[in-house]
């Protein structure tokens, strides 16, 4: 695997099959969206609303990429995402109609310093240096709507060194895709290039330098990472 180098001349993402590539403009992260998650870090999913935070795009790094073990935390977590990209410009958007502003999809690893997370979450704190830190959001190649359709079940798995830790289904979602859109649209105006992170199943756990993450969404796309 190449090591990631930082190119703040290129914030778009490879679109399989194409040599174009998917321009970003934000990415949006929901956290606690399915609620054997919720459980394990300590909450409850019946009273939990939605939790959505944003990561810089120089965060974003491609899958097959070495991910520097960051600084500041001896608890560093992997988390397997399915990754919604947005192709269209919208605000209070219906849920009835929120899969028309959807572009394609991808598998992401919301990587977190959990042990920063933990204490800014006793404090009441921003989670801004537990989730926000450099290539925190490692991203497979996106794939069109055209190619994958909406994905509303399927296996979402995540392996460190072969042994499966994660291992649940999009359909186990708290809140699916048209209503995490309809639940953003209200807070911002989304705009073409848009990722979304949409949470992770249960099974977090730490990682640290050689181990080699592989994980992906059945019937979307795999992704793979080494930390160094
Ligand atoms: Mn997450």
């Known amino acids: ?11 778009s993402v490879a679109i399989a099959g194409s040599r174009k590539r ?6 949006y992260c929901v956290g606690w969206n399915y609620a054997e998650h919720v459980r394990e870090m300590g909450s409850d999913p019946d009273r939990e609303p939605p939790i959505f935070f944003m990561k810089p795009l120089d965060a974003v790094v491609p899958g097959g990429s070495r991910i520097p073990y960051p600084p500041a935390t001896g608890d560093l977590h992997y988390e397997i995402e399915l990754v919604v990209a ?14 028309d502003y959807v572009w394609g999809y991808g598998v992401g690893i919301d990587m977190t310093r959990r042990d920063l997370q933990a204490v800014a979450k006793s404090r009441g704190q921003p989670w801004e240096s537990s989730k926000s830190f450099d290539a925190a959001a490692p991203l497979s190649e996106l794939h069109a709507v055209a190619e994958t359709g909406h994905p509303d079940a399927g296996r979402i ?10 291992d649940g289904d999009i359909a186990q979602l708290i809140w699916n895709v048209p209503e995490i859109i309809e639940h953003l649209s209200e807070l911002f105006v989304l705009q ?15 990682v640290i ?3 080699k993450l592989r994980g992906g969404v059945d019937g ?9």
């Open 1 to 11: 695997m190449p090591q990631y180098v930082f190119d703040a001349s290129c914030p």
């Open 22 to 27: 998917f321009p970003l403009h934000r990415v």
């Open 86 to 99: 947005i192709g269209r410009s919208g605000a209070a958007i219906s849920r009835d109609n929120a899969l």
């Open 157 to 166: 798995w995540l392996e460190v060194n072969g042994e499966v830790r994660q």
């Open 192 to 206: 073409p290039g848009d990722l979304i992170y949409t949470g992770t199943p249960a099974g977090v756990s730490a």
């Open 209 to 211: 330098g050689g181990d």
């Open 220 to 228: 979307v796309a795999t992704i793979e990472a080494e930390i160094v």
